[in-house]
């Protein structure tokens, strides 16, 4: 007979050969594919539309089979839950989103979703009892394609903005969020946000080309980087392309030109994590022969300490007032948004990494650089996320691919990660 004891210590016997159902896996994405399926091989399936409404009955209804109970709060969020042996411990939870951008691929997301779906049914089928709750998340409007707020789901759920908030907020069309949401019947009951979690983990293709180019197959995402977004100003005289000399112009467009040179040099001075991208730039007044006496410019700037954002903040400053002085315009540098750098929690960071070791598959720490639920969540509960490789680093775009092999081994490192902050027995054999 076994004591509670030797059952305790039997638990790296008992799990450590577990693995996902690769084959299943890619099964359930290429259906969930089929909902809002586009012509060259993505998927359209935008926030609260009736294909997402599809696409959740389909999830919600797997994992349900997969004997979860579902819940679903105020923003829509789905919550599956396989309960653990204690119902009083938080709960380890995981997911990503299904809703895609309109010319979206099949793995951004959704990859997440059905991945957390195979863990349940990975433990199901190996008859493991965790000792604490096991959730599927899945978030609603990550995207933010039809609604801003993007993350808007996890967003809500980590009280970052209020529900009232994101209930108000219109598409194009001038639909309000709560009555789309009321419309495809998943105005859930269940409060937002407060939820006990032990840990968040979130699967997810990497979007960029880092891991491929260096046949990694895990990305052990460490944290993303912060974000500083600014509308430059570029003012001189507008004036005839003809008769004005060279020397008396204030021509407001070279300013602005020198400044998406410079703005590249500061993220080469941060390398190798600096990013900055000048990706909008407006002309007035755009005509042939006419010297341009006003260009509005976006400029993008990340890195994942926001010490470096601060140097980099101050070197945009110096670099458009330097110009400015030199080609007599003014420039005004305003900075329209910021999102803090996010350092995922130590603990859920060594859960990745010490499973990915432990499967045997060439990882390397990562840092993120786009938007993911994850960073809302590490707002509230210990967070780390894991990449796998996409092909070619594409991705909201409808070529997006990823390997079947590189998927299962996410899920499984995904699996191994769950388990040890859940813990796990046998309750029968397997
Ligand atoms: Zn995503």
Known sequence: MNTRSEIVDSIPDASVSLRVDGARLWQSLMQLAEIGATAKGGVCRLALTDLDRQGRDLVAGWLRGAGAGIEIDGAGNIFATRPGR????????????????????????????????????????????????????????EEGSRFVPVMGGSGAFARVFTLEHLHQQRD?????????????????????????????????????????????????VTGALGLRWYDCIWSGQDAHAGPTPMESRRDALRGASRLVEAVNEIARRHAPDGRATVGFMQVKPNSRNVIPGRVAMSVDMRHPEDERLVAMDRELRAASAAIAAELHLECEVRQVDQFPASRFNAGCVDAVRAAARKLGYPYREIVSGAGHDAIYLARVAPTAMIFVPCKDGISHNEIEDARPEHLEAGANVLLHAVLARAGGIRDRPA
């Open 86 to 141: 204690n119902a009083g411990l938080p709960t380890v939870l995981t997911g990503s989103h299904i809703d895609t951008q309109p010319s979206g691929g099949k793995f951004d997301g959704n990859y997440g979703v059905l991945a957390g779906l195979e863990v349940l049914r990975t433990l199901n089928d190996a008859g493991l009892v965790t000792e604490k709750p096991v959730a599927v998340a899945i978030w609603t409007n």
């Open 172 to 220: 194009v069309d001038g639909v309000a969020f709560g009555e789309a949401l009321e419309r495809i019947g998943y105005a859930g009951k269940a409060p937002i946000g407060g939820r006990a979690l032990d840990a968040y983990f979130e699967a997810h293709i990497e979007q960029g080309p880092i891991l491929e180019r260096e046949d990694k197959v895990i990305g052990v």
